[in-house]
């Protein structure tokens, strides 16, 4: 899996020069995007903040995330397909394709997929099971639900390792953000089997069942 996982990361710094010249124009707005997406521990985000060349920042920003490993990567390479990002920089949508054409060929070179690159599939993808993979903006409101048993939660629900959950305190200092980087690494690790439903119901069960009302969104299928 580690030669699959890399992929990401390869792709950052083959490409690492060109975004720097590209980000460098607005290099505050990719660090606050960055940022609301968790890509960065607070010690890495105050890091980069500090550094008043924009040149400099990106490139800061740029090797933190590449430094936090595949799962960074891939969320840089996600905002960097985001409309805001697209809009504000035209430059680049060369990443779309860059991204497509480099994960496509790891796709179809081995059947096997690492959990950070079947995070590239897109929302509203539909599973084999004919449910839609959950997506960021359910997993926040799922997030927001959940209070003071999140650990609990990500041991028994989600089956995440206790080491990770620790990491995932250490990187973010808001609740709403631990909760949310615990969904978002269940879903990564999930991969086809992220579906809304399936969250759902690993949600519903024993003593640390959501309300329903706070979490039957999950169920529509619109």
């Not at 105050?46 to 590449?66: F, G, M, W, Y």
Request: hydrophobic letters at 40%; aromatic letters at 4%.
């Amino acid at each position: 899996m580690a030669e699959e996982t890399a992929a990401e990361i390869q792709l950052l710094r083959s490409q690492k020069a060109k975004l720097i010249e590209i980000l460098s124009s607005d290099a505050d707005f990719v660090l606050q995007h960055a940022d609301s997406r968790c890509l960065l521990s607070l010690h890495g985000y105050q890091q980069v903040k500090a550094c008043r060349n924009p040149s400099e920042k990106v490139t800061d920003l740029l090797d933190h995330i590449i430094q936090r490993g595949p799962e960074a990567a891939q969320g840089l390479l996600e905002l960097l397909k985001d409309q805001a990002l697209q809009e504000t920089f035209p430059l680049l949508h060369f990443i779309k394709d860059l991204q497509v054409s480099t994960l496509s060929s790891e796709t179809t070179r081995k059947k096997r997929q690492a959990p950070e690159l079947q995070e590239t599939m897109p929302a509203k993808q539909i599973c084999n099971n004919g449910s839609h993979l959950v997506t960021e903006k359910q997993l926040m409101t799922v997030a927001r639900a959940i209070g003071r048993c999140w650990r609990e939660i990500g041991r028994l629900a989600l089956g995440i390792h206790s080491v990770k959950l620790e990491q995932i305190e250490e990187d973010h200092i808001l609740h709403v953000e631990r909760v949310f980087a615990m969904l978002r690494y269940w879903r990564i690790r999930q991969r086809e089997k992220a579906t809304a439903a399936h969250l759902h119901s690993l949600l519903s069960r024993e003593d640390w069942a959501l309300p329903p009302e706070r979490i039957d969104f999950l169920l529509d299928t619109d």
